[in-house]
């Protein structure tokens, strides 16, 4: 950075941020999101969490600000049989947060996938009961949000309800209990911590059809006395999706229902797209593994690393321009070396979506995104 430049920053962030620089006087990430009252955050995992991973710990600690748990919160890792929750891993890492005056977002609480095997079954092996059902979802919900109460910042309460032509998923919960599902697990959220910030969450937000069914949901929802803080636009983008306007108009548009808009799970994948991938982040969504789609092996090309630097400089100059409407920006892992990208669509590829490198170095993008802010 110029050092003129540099001094400006500092200027301002004396006057009119909390956070502070690091102690060598270098900006990060949440020093120049900070400043505009923007999270910087990341997943995170056990393994990174445990301190097994050194280097990530101190990515964490110096350039973000919030952390959510990649897994370890999810229903079939923290309730794997009926009604014997294990915490430990949940506990680790909202301690970890704490110590090091993060705010610790917690994921999720309704979502059909990785859900606990049980969850949906009754003592004969069939499909609840709509009654018994509802009563499992909001048990789990005032466990697990009561325990942390006061603790975690905000909540992905249901993550992934709607397909991207705005139908409902049909996920069990929609199935056995019907739309209401949200409106139950909205409230349930609520009365078991009323200070924690309440969020729906997907992916494919830029999507007309799943952009307008969100508007219809929350205002839907706030009439029936819910409260939404955000929606969570995923954002797990690639090197051609999504479309860079209609992004921007879903940040528009859930703004303009009154909620705040954060990037929940940012990533850029830039590896070459399977025929009939047709982007998002549906689990279920596999390809086989072929030579010609992992062609990055030993590192990017000067091509693909000038997309790469590109693309995440447009991603970036838009949450920029909408800043005002963002609360969080969230990446989806620390290191590209354990992105979840690395296999998925396809297992086994070398894949290089974050912005730390595999040895944890921050990528040169990261500067121009600081200077950005
Ligand atoms: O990154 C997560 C990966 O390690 C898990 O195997 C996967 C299984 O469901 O979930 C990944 O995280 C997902 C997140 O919880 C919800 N949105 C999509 C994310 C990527 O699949």
Redesign the pocket.
């Known amino acids: 950075m110029k050092a003129s430049l540099y001094l400006i920053s500092l200027i301002a962030l004396a006057g009119c941020s909390t956070q502070q620089p690091a102690k060598d006087g270098t900006l990060t990430l949440k020093d120049a999101l900070g400043k505009h009252e923007i999270l910087a955050g990341v997943a995170v995992n056990v393994d990174e969490v445990a301190g097994r991973v050194p280097k990530a710990q101190d990515v964490i600690t110096a350039n973000f600000s919030s952390i959510v748990a990649?897994?370890c919160m999810k229903q079939e890792k923290i309730v794997p049989e009926q009604d014997k929750y294990f915490f430990d891993d949940a506990d680790s890492l909202v301690a970890f947060g704490e110590r090091n005056g993060m705010k610790v977002i917690g994921?999720?609480l309704v979502w059909h996938?990785?859900a606990a095997p049980w969850f949906f079954t009754d003592a004969k092996g069939g499909e609840v009961s709509r009654d018994t059902l509802i009563s499992r979802m909001k048990n789990h919900i005032s466990t697990v949000v009561g325990r942390y109460k006061g603790r975690i910042y905000g909540w992905d309460v249901v993550?992934?309800a709607i397909e991207d032509d705005g139908s409902y998923r049909q996920t069990p919960y929609y199935k056995i209990i019907g739309p209401e599902y949200i409106e139950i697990a909205l409230k349930a959220a609520e009365e078991a911590d009323p200070d924690a910030e309440l969020y729906l969450n997907d992916?494919s937000m830029s999507k007309p059809g799943k952009r307008d069914k969100y508007v219809e949901l929350v205002k839907d929802l706030k009439l029936k006395g819910c409260r939404i803080d955000a929606i969570g636009m995923?954002s797990?983008n690639g090197g051609d999706y999504p479309d860079l306007s209609e992004y921007e108009k879903s940040m528009d548009t859930f703004a303009a229902c009154g909620v705040k808009v954060m990037m929940t799970?940012l990533d850029l994948n830039i590896l070459p797209k399977p025929e009939d991938f047709g982007g998002g982040?549906n689990?279920g969504d596999e390809f086989k593994y072929r030579d010609e789609l992992d062609p990055y092996k030993d590192g990017l090309d000067e091509q693909a690393q000038k997309l790469f630097d590109d693309r995440y400089l447009a991603f970036f100059k838009i949450y920029e321009k909408h800043k005002e409407q963002i609360s969080r920006i969230t990446l989806?892992g620390v290191s590209d070396k354990t992105s979840?990208l690395n296999d998925?669509p396809v297992e086994g590829r070398t894949s290089y979506p974050l912005l730390f490198d595999r040895d944890y170095n921050a990528k040169p993008v990261v500067q121009k995104i600081i200077e950005l802010f």
Request: glycine share 0%; hydrophobic share 35%.
């Open positions: 990649e897994n994921h999720c996938s990785q993550n992934e992916f995923q797990h799970e982040a689990v989806w979840w998925w």
